[in-house]
């Protein structure tokens, strides 16, 4: 017996891959300082968890339609409304487990053997393999970090081809912390206009912000609105990752084709985490207001002892939250005699010998740089820091 052929076309998730041999290190006592997760460290706001415990009494624990109890698209509605000033109706949103499966689902209802879906480098790196999965094609268009990582309208024009089905949005970005002008989206529009493709919109760290404004494409063009498919999720902003709630609003074909795909492989989210996103979307967000200036603070900190580092550039980043130092100033030093040549590599001493988990740019299409996650204790972040900077002094 061996496994199918689809598996030999994508590769595991390295993200997921050095969290876990972070936690093993963990596990056998190992004092291991985690800057890998793409993970809040805040807990789910009490009311949330609340909302769900209040389901669980009273037996709310039971099948739900796929798409998502009829409260939950409604209140993803008036978040859209809301928050972003784009308008759908609840049969235009589709409920899932977690962003991560809503972005697969629209993969799988709307790619066809060797259909092309353009991606900005860095990418999360789930979008080439889920692309990948799909039959598609990923055709990386790379931005620079001397433009803030913003897309070049230019090169997306060059990159569009009749086999072009998508374009993938990711503003805040994972990993690079950019957040897409609204120049730099009216660029974009520009660009795709003339060309009939999905503009797929992940908009997950829309609420970690830090300079500048959140927008949309669909706000700056709203003639693409028909064809956008906007992705949002519980797990950033509300801190709410184990919880599984993802959700997709788009145009009624693709939507009915992403429900069609989950009926038949995992019908509904879990129905608890449903009623605790309804009051999360409808609730009180005061508590986002601390919780961002939190983030900024150690932003902050993280980008100043980096900066600090000869060898070593780093970027503030206007959103989400992780910093993606450039280090491409190390390269060609050596460590215990060895040159040092590639994010991989840095990446392994850095775990194995100095006990930190940063991930490697190189699995998000960016070598030369390592992502590190500021999700986590300012006390961690020291540590962290410290250890990278015994790393960066010890090299010859
Ligand atoms: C850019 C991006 N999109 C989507 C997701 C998926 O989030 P979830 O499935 O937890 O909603 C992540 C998680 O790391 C992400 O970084």
């Given at each position: 017996m061996n496994l199918a052929n689809r598996l030999k076309v994508i590769k595991p998730s390295p993200t997921l891959a050095l969290n876990a041999k972070a936690k093993a290190l963990a596990a056998q006592g190992v004092d291991v300082v985690s800057l890998a997760a793409g993970e809040p460290d805040f807990d789910t706001p009490d009311f949330i968890k609340q909302a769900a415990i209040e389901a669980l009494r009273q037996g709310f624990t039971k099948y739900t339609p796929t798409a998502g109890i009829p409260e939950l698209r409604e209140a993803v509605c008036a978040k859209l409304e809301r928050d972003n000033r784009l308008t759908f109706a609840p049969d235009q949103v589709v409920v899932s487990v977690g962003a991560k499966q809503a972005i697969y689902n629209a993969f799988q209802a709307l790619l066809?053997?060797?259909?092309?879906?353009?991606?900005?480098?860095?990418?999360?790196?789930?979008?080439?393999?889920?692309?990948?999965?799909?039959?598609?094609k990923p055709v990386v268009v790379e931005t620079r970090e001397e433009n803030g990582f913003a897309p070049d309208p230019d090169a997306i024009r060059r990159a569009l081809t009749p086999r072009t089905k998508a374009l993938v949005l990711n503003s805040p970005s994972n990993p690079s912390g950019a957040v897409f002008s609204r120049a730099a989206l009216e660029g974009i529009a520009e660009a795709v206009r003339g060309h009939d493709c999905l503009l797929l919109s992940d908009d997950i760290y829309e609420k970690l912000l830090y300079e500048g404004q959140f927008l949309n494409i669909g706000n700056v063009a709203p003639d693409l609105v028909p064809r956008l498919l906007v992705i949002n999720g519980m797990s950033k902003a509300f801190s709410m990752t184990g919880w599984r709630m993802g959700y997709a609003a788009g145009p009624k074909w693709l939507i009915a084709g992403m429900q069609m795909i989950q009926d038949q492989s995992t019908s509904n989210a879990p129905s608890f985490s449903q009623k605790a996103a309804v009051a999360a979307l409808n609730g009180p967000r005061d508590f986002f207001v601390p919780m961002v200036e939190e983030y900024r603070g150690r932003r902050d900190m993280v980008v100043d002892a980096l900066n600090k580092l000869e060898g070593v550039h780093c970027r503030r980043p206007e959103g989400a939250f992780y910093v993606l130092p450039n280090v491409r100033g190390l390269f060609g030093r050596t460590y215990k005699g060895t040159p040092l040549t590639g994010s991989m590599q840095l990446s392994d001493i850095l775990l194995n010998d100095f006990r930190v988990a940063a991930m490697p740019g190189a699995p998000f299409g960016v070598e030369g740089y390592i992502r590190m996650s500021f999700a986590t204790s300012r006390e961690q972040l020291r540590k962290g820091l410290d250890r990278f900077k015994e790393l960066v002094t010890s090299l010859r």
């Open positions: 066809n053997e060797g259909d092309e879906v353009i991606i900005l480098a860095p990418y999360w790196v789930s979008y080439t393999e889920m692309v990948t999965l799909a039959g598609g």
